[in-house]
């Protein structure tokens, strides 16, 4: 059974730069559909970008189209997402699914799923 465990969230002004990273053990990552979700205060939880088991497709939120890149590194087994042109309104709590057979846009979708890392956007 894949653990996943999320890093690389902090705080930074908008238009800024983070890269979180989501790092698997008791499983090869690239054996499962991933995806990042992310959830704000109050707020339900997100679809933000995910990528299919052989990295080939990827898809997007309209609100991060273009500024974010969601990637696979097979040989540190982990999920990779870039985000760029950070705005305040991407603040939140940003978590990491996972999936041997589905994928999709809804966190329903996915059996495995990390604790989450902060992300908090200042104007």
């Known amino acids: 059974q894949v653990q996943l465990v999320e890093s690389g969230g902090g705080s930074v002004q908008a238009g800024g730069s983070l890269r979180l990273s989501c790092a698997a053990s008791?499983?090869?990552?690239?054996?499962?559909?991933a995806a990042w979700f992310r959830q704000a205060p109050g707020k339900e939880r997100e679809f933000v970008a995910n990528?299919?088991?052989?990295?080939?497709?990827?898809y997007y939120s309209n609100s991060v189209q273009g500024r974010f890149t969601v990637s696979r590194d097979v040989a540190k087994n982990t999920i990779d997402l870039q985000m760029s042109g950070l705005k305040p309104e991407d603040t939140a709590v940003y978590y990491c699914?996972?999936?041997?057979?589905?994928?999709?846009?809804?966190?329903?979708?996915?059996?495995?799923w990390g604790q989450g890392t902060q992300v908090t956007v200042s104007s």
């Open positions: 008791g499983g090869t990552l690239s054996s499962y559909h």
């Open positions: 990528v299919d088991r052989g990295g080939n497709s990827k």
């Open positions: 699914e996972a999936d041997g057979f589905r994928m999709g846009r809804s966190p329903n979708n996915y059996n495995y």
